[in-house]
């Protein structure tokens, strides 16, 4: 068959004239929607390696897979992201080695994933396709296998004391005997990051690797719970194992289970990650046995410098949205040999991930969106959610709530530094997304220091300034402004008891 295109009139070469010059637009202007991950905000290169280990079987819940059978939340692997402080110095982007990619890879596999997540799986190319477009070009700032910081150096605070952030400086003599008297100055303290429903290990890179940049050692764990989009597990046989997000239909038990038994079974996965998490942490420390990497292509040659590196006195635990629900969950083990923890992080504890854990006895910092504050909802018929969290953290020793205004559920996640315009659009945000994550980073090194030091900086030095938080209507809502001029509302600082 024949196509004839006809004769090439004036109209009809203004049309195709047009339709080029719109298309070409179109294509170009896709570069000014992406951008790319900034500098990290502390004073030191970040090395960042993804580690798989093999840890000792168990399965948390007997559900299975109606579409092959095997068990649901069945754990034979730990998948992690480590980022950390090193020893090479800062270089500049254009000179600076760049880290794996932002997406994992295969992209296919993710993007297949959230075609699933969607219920649209015939359509996971379109999805694989969007997101090649808008993440394939975004890398994460960093050193891949990187030497972690050397114990020959050491991070002093503002004020000159260790464990705060500053410049690296030789270890003089009398550090040195210091050293000999307590074991764990001069190393580093340590952080395990759980992600949100939909989330992955990756989607905190700015906020995790800008704490690393201060001197911590973080972990962001890839949870294989079947909340992500897509993971793969590979076996130390050399097999492998697809988990994709799962729903209640997809799964099978005897006697059946409902959504809150699924999000039961997750949380309780995901603390068993966090416990795995912290034993690997202490393998490292130790150096005994060498870990052995199971992620393909992944180099290992950093990890006997983690040896008498870390302080295992000081594991902190991060997460948003499901990951601060999981947070909140692992507090009520903390002290244990299995959770030796001494404080939580839990950025917009989720309002659909199942109830929230009121047994803990470690400091914590619970941060959240504006948006999150504002619209309420209905919290199992327990009240708004405001106002349950706000009772568990007032029934508290030691507890920090408050409220970043301008935010939205996604910012502090990497969304709005990657797509900044696209995320402003749909989410309605007013500040800034890097103002907003670095109020986030600054507030929680503020914590991580707490924990530490003792000592009350930045917006946790702020007494209460707003306790009744969205609820406030007779009075103006005063806030305190964190030290990238942002506007906090503290509604519960820790009480003398």
């Known amino acids: 068959m024949v196509f004839r295109i006809g004769r090439l009139t004036p109209r009809r070469l203004l049309f195709f004239a047009s339709a080029g010059v719109l298309f070409f637009i179109f294509i170009f202007s896709l570069t000014p929607i992406t951008s790319p991950l900034p500098p990290y905000t502390g004073p030191h290169e970040v090395g960042i390696l993804d580690v798989e280990t093999e840890v000792e079987k168990r399965v948390i819940h007997d559900a299975v897979l109606k579409s092959t059978g095997e068990k649901a939340f069945e754990m034979n692997t730990l998948a992690i992201t480590l980022y950390y402080p090193s020893s090479l110095p800062l270089a500049p982007p254009s000179q600076r080695p760049w880290a794996r990619p932002w997406l994992p890879q295969p992209v296919s596999l993710i993007g297949e994933g959230y075609a699933r997540l969607a219920g649209v799986p015939r359509l996971s190319s379109v999805f694989t396709f969007g997101l090649w477009l808008l993440g394939s070009s975004t890398v994460i700032p960093g050193v891949v296998d990187a030497p972690i910081l050397s114990g020959a150096e050491k991070i002093l605070g503002e004020d000159g004391g260790a464990g705060g952030f500053g410049k690296i400086m030789g270890i003089a003599e009398q550090e040195r005997q210091e050293l000999k008297r307590d074991d764990n100055i001069g190393k580093l303290p340590c952080m395990v990051f759980t992600h949100g429903m939909a989330g992955m290990s990756q989607s905190y890179a700015h906020y995790l690797g800008s704490i690393a940049s201060h001197g911590y050692v973080v972990a962001a764990v890839e949870h294989r719970d079947g909340s992500g989009p897509g993971t793969i597990i590979h076996h130390a046989n050399g097999t492998e194992r697809k988990v994709w997000h ?195 980073i600054d507030t929680s090194l503020r914590f991580l220091e707490y924990l530490q030091t003792g000592q009350k900086k930045g917006v946790l030095e702020s007494g209460v300034t707003n306790a009744q938080g969205p609820f406030l209507h007779n009075e103006p809502r005063e806030r305190v402004k964190g030290p990238y001029g942002a506007d906090w509302e503290v509604h519960v600082v820790p009480q003398d008891k």
């Open 246 to 440: 799962m729903k209640l239909g997809d799964l099978e038990a005897k006697p059946p289970i409902d959504e809150l038994d699924l999000k039961a079974a997750q949380l309780n996965f995901r603390e068993a990650e966090i416990s795995e998490t912290i034993k690997l942490f202490a393998q490292l420390n130790a150096g005994d046995a060498p870990v052995v990497n199971l992620k393909p292509e992944s180099p290992r040659n950093a990890l006997p410098g983690f040896k008498n590196r870390l302080n295992l006195s000081a594991v902190t635990v991060g997460g948003h949205s499901y990951g601060a629900t999981g947070v909140m969950q692992a507090l009520k083990s903390a002290g244990t040999k299995a959770m030796p923890i001494n404080g939580g992080v839990a950025l917009d504890p989720g309002k659909g991930s199942g109830d929230l854990n009121k047994d803990i006895d470690v400091p914590i910092l619970i941060m959240q969106s504006g948006e999150w504050t504002e619209k309420q909802t209905d919290f199992y018929g327990q009240g708004w959610h405001f106002q349950v969290v706000k009772k568990i953290v007032q029934d508290l020793k030691e507890g920090w709530f408050m409220t970043l205004s301008g935010t939205a559920h996604p910012s502090c996640t990497d969304a709005p530094l990657i797509v900044p315009w696209i995320m402003k659009l749909v989410t309605g945000t007013t500040l800034g997304s890097r103002v907003a994550l670095h109020e986030y």
